[in-house]
């Protein structure tokens, strides 16, 4: 039995680290002077983000940090047991234990996980395991788990969702190749306007940066929507469900406002087009049946009330509390 | 426990493996449709395979694509060389047992995957790859006979993404190949045809299970094909004709199961 909490635990680093190279963000960050730091790690409210280097170094801090709240959420889910190598633990105390980095994590975006990790691994004697769970319970967790991995893998790995959460959280993108400034409001505007969607299919640019913001707009409801799935499953064991929930915090506390007013106004603005009566020709061909717009049109309607729903279920702020508790005692 | 928890491979979009535990000596692919994904297309599949003893010396592996960008032939280079490079058992660095030999590969594919996989099998023969004898093809409501578009992208895209597919699709390359009669589906048929009497038919004869009334595919024989007996399913969809769920629809899984 413990083979397999090793295992999981060795497929966690695998598919959750070395896929992405963190040794090297590791690596990285060790060469970094404190000053360095403490630029490369600032609050974006006090002073923005410009170059490129500085998002694609802070984006490698985030995946570095974010391994460690994967690694805290498998020991909240029971999926992995709480024994670490001494490399592990030692990397850790110098990265989570660092003031710039504390910083970044506790002041300018906290997250419950990594600071829960580092109280219990770095600061205590190791995490205390009150909770019995029955063997069928724990193995429907652990589905679970893996199914929401799953998911959070291909979200993270999307380029459109990277360019439509980019724009979402104040980004502005020039593209070049069309000639326009993409941020969100752009994007609202033509995904409310039957005559801008117009416009987009005559350019044909689909491989313009507000043609990637729309799918990336598309796949993260998506991907809100199995998330929401697999958390009402977890019903039945709330430190589970919680652990989950935390590790998409930063968009569902710290941008709640934010992002529960875009998404919905988002989703409206296509709800106005629909009811326009817009949908795209494809082929000129081929007819479309009364029959097909009518079940499209009603289904696209019940996706985008589901879509609602199930947003709001996210940003409700019971889901913290169970992690937030138990993080208390430590 | 017959398998590996996901592990999640660098080829293609989203592809994933669940290794056996054991000396693996069969190997089952999945391979999505239109705006499908590796996982999300299959529902249960991953849970009913893991769960089931019959599996427990089979790798089973998910092949996932980007299916908007490039052509179906595009698509099928990058699965064959997936393909190849996972016909033999991979299981080397995570030290699970020593490396054996699949005994039997068997392709799964929906919709457009149909297109992707027969291309890729008619290339396997080209380029002489040995493996291309130990594989069987599964096919659910293929597109091999051609699409009507306009239907794919306003019925078969998953959630919310029809909707945008509904309102802000474009009319790629791939969707030309779906086409009914489009120049790819009238190649891979011509080629398919081109083995019928030689020892290839074997590989391009596909189990073939159709949706009844599918409002998406084009439904009838397709070159020497094998029709399964209970095709078309009634009371299915171009959707759910490839998705087992638990003590409702069994189908999909049972005829995996009598392959392996």
């Known amino acids: 039995m413990n083979n397999i909490y090793k295992l999981r635990l060795d497929l966690l680093t695998v598919n959750f680290r070395d896929k992405a190279n963190l040794n090297k963000t590791y690596n990285k960050f060790l060469r970094l002077t404190d000053p360095e730091l403490k630029e490369l790690l600032r609050d974006h409210n006090k002073k923005p983000i410009e170059t490129t280097k500085e998002v694609s170094f802070r984006d490698d801090i985030d995946f570095l940090i974010g391994y460690y709240s994967i690694l805290m959420t498998g020991i909240l889910c029971n999926y992995i047991k709480p024994e670490f190598s001494e490399n592990l633990l030692l990397e850790s105390r110098s990265l989570l234990d660092n003031k710039w980095v504390k910083k970044y994590y506790q002041k300018y975006y906290p997250l419950e996980l990594p600071d829960m990790f580092r109280k219990i691994f770095l600061d205590s004697n190791g995490f205390k395991n009150n909770q019995e769970r029955d063997l069928e319970r724990n193995k429907a967790t652990d589905v679970l788990f893996e199914r929401f991995l799953m998911a959070y893998r291909s979200r993270i790995e999307d380029n459109d969702i990277d360019t439509f959460l980019f724009i979402l959280d104040d980004g502005y993108y020039y593209d070049d190749e069309f000639d326009m400034g993409v941020d969100i409001d752009k994007l609202w505007k033509t995904l409310g306007s039957s005559k801008k969607l117009k416009e987009l299919q005559k350019e044909q640019n689909s491989s313009s940066i507000l043609y990637s913001a729309i799918w990336g707009f598309a796949k993260f409801v998506t991907y809100l929507e199995e998330y929401a799935i697999i958390l009402h499953e977890l019903n039945n064991d709330t430190l589970s469900q919680s652990a989950i929930w935390h590790l998409e915090a930063y968009w569902f506390k710290q941008m709640k406002d934010k992002l529960g007013k875009a998404l919905n106004k988002g989703l409206n603005n296509v709800l106005t087009v629909l009811n326009e009566g817009y949908y795209v020709h494809l082929n000129p061909s081929e007819k479309i049946e009364e029959e097909i717009e009518k079940i499209w049109k009603e289904n696209s309607i019940n996706a985008i009330e589901e879509a609602k729903t199930n947003i709001d279920f996210l940003m409700n702020s019971k889901l913290e509390k169970p992690v937030k508790m138990l993080s208390k005692q430590y | ?260």
């Open chain 2, 1 to 260: 426990m017959n398998h590996t928890p996901p592990i999640f491979l660098s080829e293609g979009k989203d592809s994933t493996a669940f290794y056996s535990l054991k000396k693996p000596d069969k190997l089952v692919v999945f391979v999505h449709g239109f705006q499908g994904t590796s996982i999300g297309t299959w529902n249960n599949f991953s849970k009913l395979t893991t769960e089931d003893q019959d599996f427990s010396t089979t790798d089973i592996l998910y092949y996932g694509y980007d299916s908007l960008n490039g052509q179906a032939y595009d698509q099928s280079l990058e699965f064959l060389k997936f393909l190849n490079r996972y016909s033999t058992p991979d299981t080397q660095k995570l030290t699970l047992h020593s490396p054996g030999k699949y005994k039997k590969i068997i392709i799964v594919a929906h919709s457009l995957g149909a297109l992707v996989v027969r291309y890729a099998l008619l290339d396997a023969i080209k380029d002489s790859y040995p493996w291309r004898n130990l594989c069987k093809l599964v096919l659910f409501a293929p597109a091999h006979n051609g699409a009507r578009i306009q239907n794919l992208v306003m019925m078969s895209l998953p959630s919310f993404t029809k909707v945008i597919g509904g309102i802000a699709m474009f009319f790629k390359p791939i969707l030309h190949d779906l086409s009914i009669g489009s120049p790819a589906i009238e190649d891979i048929r011509k080629q398919t045809d081109y083995y019928k009497n030689s020892p290839e038919h074997n590989l391009l004869s596909a189990l073939t299970i159709h949706a009844h009334g599918d409002l998406v595919v084009q439904n009838s024989s397709y070159c020497f094909d094998e029709k399964h007996p209970k095709s078309p399913v009634r009371e299915s969809s171009h959707m759910k004709v490839c998705k087992p769920k638990e003590d409702q629809y069994t189908l999909p899984f049972e005829i995996l199961k009598t392959l392996i």
